[in-house]
């Protein structure tokens, strides 16, 4: 564990307590405001039980396109909008995970299911704009960060270096995804999992208790499967 | 552009200085900005379709250079005034539209089989108002017109009864 990984003091009770992330220093003072929680649970991938689907089918049936539209003047997905200018992506290519997940909602007419633990991920999304992340917690060493690329540092399962300055989320070691992108190969979940690290993305403009809201409800959704 | 770029704090600017606080205030205004064009873009659904993208910097997360933030918070501010010119249009071709409705509605005989949409006068639904005669042909030969209002948009109970018959019951 890093000594700058702090746990979080959280109100709401994830039983098992949520770790707050270092942000390099230099990236914290370009992007006051961003920050990395993660919480690590016993589980392993697999369909979602009956009250899963159903609590992501009542979602469905909550969420309307006026709901997608409107979206964006809401204070959490417009702070990740502006967070995703900030960075340089167009957050109308490369979308927010709440608004990609909007837009899928749309297209499919309902959230479809996809099993544990991305099931649980879309219902914390869905409910707090909050980003999620899941990795294969065996698979990480020490505790993740935000930080940006070092010269000659690659992302397992991708052709080539990242260049440098790449904003990622790594571990002790190496990157295991870009932040708000693609996962690094067999650091994701997969059938073989057993244990699955959850990571929140904090923004300027988003307020803690919202991370802490959402890595709760994926923490009780997939206690409770 | 003055008031989108408006301070809220005062914030220094060093020409020559720590770029970074340069950067800083830009962020500061592309999230303003940002907040305004979604605004815009809410304000116009589902009337006119805005173009809300911004070329993307970069194909990757990272923190952008003085010129890069300046270049979105510059196609940001295009945006915007796109986005505003298209909704005054919009709002004047509305206006008139409900200028001849009301026309339309004193001497319907003057706007013969003419049909206004709740969409044309900026409302909200399907209905529409149309100028139709009286009686069919004989009205058009008395010349009695008069506007009649659509009853709206379709009822659901149609969908609802094929979704039972899909689901065999």
Redesign the interface.
Known sequence: MDANAANSDLDLDLGTPSTIGWVASH?S???PGLGISWIELDGRPGRSPEPVERRLSETSNRFYGAHA??M??RPIP?AY??FF??????P???RTPVEQLALDRLQDGGFKTHGLPADALTIATVETGIALRSFDAERLNGALCIR?SAPGESLEGRPGE??Q???VIADERRPVG????ATGEGRGVKRSTRRIAIAAIQVD?VPQIAVDEALWMVATTLRAA | MPDLLDRETLTALRVGGDE?LA?AEL?RQ??RL??EL??L??DA?PRVEID???????S?????ALG??EA?RDS?VTRIGGARLQLQERAELETRNRELLDRMLAAPAEYKWLQISRTDVGEPGCGHWHSRPRLGPLGMLMGWWRVRVSSGCPLSGRLAAVEREIQGL
Do not use: K, N, Y
Not at chain 1, 85 to 90: E, H, W
Not at chain 2, 60 to 64: D, G, K, Q, S, T
């Open positions: 990236v003072a370009e992007f539209i409107h964006r003047e417009w909008r502006v200018r900030q960075i340089g992506l167009d109308d290519r490369t940006d990242l260049s300055g790449t904003l870009l932040l708000f992108g403009g | 970074r950067r962020r592309i999230g940002e907040a979604g605004a873009f809410a659904f809300a993208g911004v070329p993307a910097v970069s990757e997360p990272r923190a952008m890069d933030l979105i940001l």
